[in-house]
């Protein structure tokens, strides 16, 4: 039972660069977040599905785009990277309805120099 | 927009209780959690209490939620050094499940 995995786990990037996080879960969850977490700062809702072909924008989604075209996979996107989106990115998912929490994956850290 | 806020730093000695408070910002929050973070890892769920309870117990964990104040504490009794972490207070807000987190309380367990 793996959860949801993201990968990579760490990652360097050059200012311009574009990658995707990649975030899979195999719980058959409906919804599906990205968060990223700056130290001090907690965490801050980048993008969120409650299904396959549906996103929205969550607080802070300058800079990234999203995809779910299934169920298990929420891929995101940075196009042209910047120092400012340096930072540890985490993938959630939980069922739908209120009052589930979150299982996370392990997160990705990334730097953009 | 919605806010939580939280300490960012608790001490305690081995075999202590341990209170980490929270103030958060939407009455219509309908549940409150905590999660906890260890180093190099995602964050795991630890509790979480409906809004119309005071008080919720799970093993050494109590919750209480004052909902006048807005204001919900995690108290974990006798205190480990695997209890060293960094808990989040997180309110659901906007519908969907989304989670507004607080910047995170670190707790560091001495002998």
């Known amino acids: 039972n793996a959860g949801v995995t993201q990968t990579p786990k760490f990652r360097i990037l050059k200012i311009g660069q574009s990658m995707t996080l990649q975030c899979t879960q195999d719980m058959n969850h409906n919804y599906m977040y990205w968060y990223r977490q700056d130290p001090g700062m907690g965490l801050k809702l980048i993008y969120y599905?409650?299904?396959?072909?549906?996103?929205d924008k969550g607080e802070v989604p300058n800079g990234y785009n999203v995809s779910r075209s299934t169920t298990e996979d929420f891929p995101l996107r940075l196009e042209l990277a910047a120092p400012s989106q340096t930072s540890v990115y985490f993938c959630a998912s939980s069922p739908a309805g209120q009052g589930h929490g979150y299982t996370f994956g392990s997160g990705t850290r990334l730097t953009v120099v | 927009g919605e806010d939580v806020e939280q300490s960012l730093f608790l001490s305690v000695r081995e075999g202590d209780s341990s209170v980490i408070n929270c103030t958060y910002t939407d009455s219509s929050s309908t549940y409150l959690y905590w999660y906890k973070q260890e180093p190099g890892a995602g964050l795991q769920l630890l509790t979480y209490?409906?809004?119309?309870?005071d008080m919720k117990q799970d093993q050494r964990l109590t919750v209480l939620l004052n909902k006048k104040d807005k204001h919900l504490s995690l108290r974990i009794a006798d205190t480990q050094t695997g209890d060293s972490a960094i808990y989040f207070c997180?309110?659901?807000?906007?519908?969907?499940?989304?989670?507004?987190f607080g910047a995170g309380t670190r707790l560091a367990v001495h002998p």
């Open positions: 599905s409650v299904g396959a072909g549906i996103t």
């Open positions: 209490i409906f809004s119309n309870m």
């Open positions: 997180a309110e659901n807000s906007g519908g969907y499940n989304k989670l507004i």
